[in-house]
RNA sequence: GGCCCCAUCGUUUAAUGGUUAGGACACCGGGUUUUCAUCCCGGCAAUGGGAGUUCGAUUCUCCCUGGGGUCACCA
C-alpha cells in the first residue's frame, strides 16, 4: 500500500527532480524483515506508475512486471546488506560504534526502571565497557547482539530547506542499534549508506523524522560523507489533528483510484495540500505543478485532510475530460459498455464525481424502468389521471418527432410543442422524465430521448401509463 | 513526562511593518430550471492570549497557551 502522505512526500521529490532536469529513482526500504508483505514492493511501483510517476533509476513498472534500471542498483535494500556491514565494521574499526550483546529482557527492564525513575530511556552503554577480548569471547560464543552508534558529546544542528535551523543536544540521543542481530541495518544505517551511494543532494521526507536527523547527521560525518540538505515536509492530518493514520480512515492512494478518482486529480489534491504555487488557483497540471513547485514555498505546519475537496477537483477534471477520454477511463470499470455508452457519459459526466459512480450509471441505463411507486411519475400539483393523458400525448408526439436526434433539437421542439399546446411544462416533463428514468432524480427528459432513441422511449413510456392505470 | 516542531475563516491556502486580511472547499441565501447536477449572483466566517520593538504590528522578539511529532533490534 502506498499512503498518500507517502504519494505526497513522493510527488515533492519527483517535482524536484524534474525541475532541475535531474534523475527520479525509486529505492525499497524492506529492511524489517518481520514486516516484509507479499506484494507490497509491486503495489508500491505499480501505483506510482498509475499516477504518473516513472522512476528514471530504481524501480520501474513495465509490461506487467518490477524491472530495475540503473547501474547504482541493487535498489532494494535486502540486497545490499554487505555495503551496510562493511560500512558498520569501519565504524566499529573507528570507535564510533559497539558491539552490544545485551538481551531483550536486559534492555526492556533497564527501560521500565528508567521510566519509573522519569529518566530519559536509554541504553546504559554497559557493552561499550567490555574489552576487545570479552567482544571477541562472546563472538566466539555465537551469543547474538546488534551493533550500536556512539553517539559522541556535543550538539547537533542543521539548516532545514523547509524549517529553517533546527538543533538537538546529543544528550538526547540514544546509542542507536545500526545492525540488527539478524543481520540487517536498521533505517538509520541503510537511508544514509544509500543516499550518500546513489548521490542524494536533498533528502525529503516527513516530518516524523526530524528527531532522528541528528543521528543521521553524525553518521554522515564519521563515516567521511558529505550530508546532505534536509527538508522535513509537514505531516498530512486527520481531522482530529492526529497523523494521517489507516485507523481513522482511507489512506491508501490505490484504493482511491479504485474508488474512481482520476490519477491526476489525486496528484493536484495530494502535492496541494501543505503548498500552493499561487495564490488564486486550484487546478494544476502535472508540467505546471514541476515547474513551480518549490521546497520554500512548503508550509511548516500539518494540513487537515480535506476529501471533499478531492471530490470538488475530481469533478472538476472529468468535465474537461472529452467524452472519449471518459469513456476509455470508464471501460475497465464495467463489464460491458452499453450501446449508447459515449452518450451517456456526455451527459452525466457533470453529475458524478466518481468513475466508479459513472460506470455505475452507465449499467443503470440499460435497465427499463419498472415503476414499483408509479405515484412518482405525478408532478406536485397534478394528479395520476393527469400524468396519463400527459404521457399518452408524449407517445403521440414522440411519434411525430423527425427532427434531429440532438438534445438541444430535441428540447426546443418539445418545448414549442409545449407552448402551442398551453400545457404546464411541468405537467409533461415531469411526468415523462420520470417514465424514461425512472428516478426522481435524473438527467432531463430530453437527454434521455437522445440516449434511448425514440423508440425505447415511447417503450418505456408505455410501461409507465400501463403502471398509473393499474395503480389506480 | 524529556526533547523537537508548529500556530490566518470549520478545512485548505494568500498577503503586507500601514489591506475593507484575498481565493478555494464546505455551509447558507437568491436566480436559471420539470427534478438532480451544472451555471450565475450574494452571504457567513480567521490572524489563540500577554508583553516588548515601532508612529503603526497579523507580520519582528520573548513568554504563555494550544496542537502535533518523537523517544524500538519499525520504517
Known amino acids: 500500500m502506498l499512503h498518500i502522505g507517502g504519494l505526497r512526500t513522493a510527488l515533492y521529490a519527483y517535482f524536484l527532480a524534474k525541475q532541475t532536469k535531474g534523475d527520479f529513482l525509486l529505492r525499497i526500504e524492506d529492511t524489517d524483515q518481520s514486516r516484509e508483505m507479499e506484494g507490497g514492493i509491486e503495489h508500491i511501483v505499480r501505483t506510482l506508475d498509475r499516477v504518473g510517476i516513472v522512476a528514471d533509476e530504481g524501480l520501474v513498472w513495465r509490461d506487467g512486471a518490477i524491472v530495475e ?20 565494521g569501519m565504524l566499529v ?5 559497539y558491539y552490544c550483546f545485551c538481551s531483550r529482557e536486559r534492555l526492556n527492564t533497564i527501560r521500565a526502571e528508567q521510566q519509573q525513575n522519569k529518566q530519559q530511556p536509554k541504553y546504559d552503554r554497559r557493552c561499550l565497557k567490555l574489552s576487545p577480548a570479552d ?8 551469543v547474538p547482539h546488534v551493533i550500536r552508534l556512539r553517539v559522541p558529546k556535543g550538539e547537533s544542528y542543521w539548516n532545514d530547506v523547509i524549517r529553517g535551523p533546527v538543533s538537538f543536544s546529543n544528550d538526547e540521543m540514544d546509542d542507536q542499534v545500526l545492525l540488527k542481530s539478524d543481520g540487517f541495518p536498521t ?56 497523523k494521517l493514520s489507516k485507523r481513522k480512515g482511507d489512506v491508501s492512494t490505490e484504493s482511491y483510484l479504485n474508488r474512481g478518482y ?32 518549490h521546497l520554500r ?9 480535506n476529501f471533499e475537496k478531492l471530490d470538488w477537483m475530481n469533478r472538476q477534471y472529468i468535465q474537461v475530460m472529452s467524452d472519449a477520454e471518459l469513456l ?15 452518450r451517456i457519459v456526455h451527459v452525466e459526466k457533470e453529475r458524478i464525481t466518481t468513475l466508479v459512480e459513472l460506470a455505475n450509471t452507465l449499467e443503470m441505463y440499460s435497465e427499463p424502468p419498472t415503476f414499483k411507486n408509479p405515484h412518482v411519475l405525478v408532478w406536485k400539483n397534478s394528479d395520476g389521471h393527469d400524468a396519463v393523458v400527459m404521457l399518452e400525448r408524449c407517445v403521440t408526439f414522440l411519434k411525430e418527432y423527425h427532427g434531429a436526434m440532438q438534445v438541444d433539437a430535441i428540447e426546443a421542439s418539445m418545448k414549442e410543442w409545449i407552448a402551442k399546446e398551453g400545457y404546464a411544462t411541468g405537467n409533461v416533463l415531469w411526468p ?9 432524480k435524473s438527467a432531463s427528459p430530453f437527454e434521455y430521448i437522445y440516449i434511448l432513441g425514440v423508440h425505447a422511449a415511447i417503450e418505456r413510456v408505455q410501461t409507465a401509463i400501463q403502471a398509473l392505470k393499474c395503480s389506480s
Open 69 to 88: 534500471r540503473g547501474d547504482r542498483g541493487p535498489y532494494v535494500q535486502s540486497k545490499r546488506l554487505a555495503l551496510y556491514r562493511a560500512a558498520v
Open 432 to 440: 415523462l422524465r420520470v417514465a424514461l428514468s425512472g428516478q426522481e
Open 262 to 293: 482520476l490519477p491526476h486529480a489525486l496528484v493536484n489534491f495530494v502535492s496541494t495540500l501543505g503548498f500552493n504555487p499561487r495564490a488564486d488557483r486550484e487546478l494544476y497540471t502535472m508540467d505546471e505543478l514541476i515547474a513551480e513547485f
Open 93 to 97: 574499526a573507528q570507535g564510533d560504534a
Open 297 to 305: 514555498k512548503v508550509k511548516k505546519s500539518g494540513a487537515v485532510v
Open 328 to 342: 476509455h477511463a470508464v471501460e475497465p470499470l464495467v463489464e460491458r459498455l452499453p450501446e449508447q455508452a459515449e
Open 135 to 142: 567482544v571477541h569471547a562472546q563472538l566466539q560464543k555465537g
Open 187 to 242: 533505517y538509520h544505517l541503510a537511508v544514509v549508506v544509500d543516499d550518500h551511494a546513489m548521490n542524494i543532494t536533498t533528502v525529503i521526507r516527513g516530518e516524523e523524522w526530524i528527531s532522528s536527523t541528528p543521528k543521521h547527521l553524525m553518521l554522515y560525518a564519521m563515516l567521511g560523507y558529505k550530508a546532505p540538505a534536509f527538508a522535513h515536509v509537514p505531516l498530512l492530518l486527520n481531522p482530529d489533528k492526529t
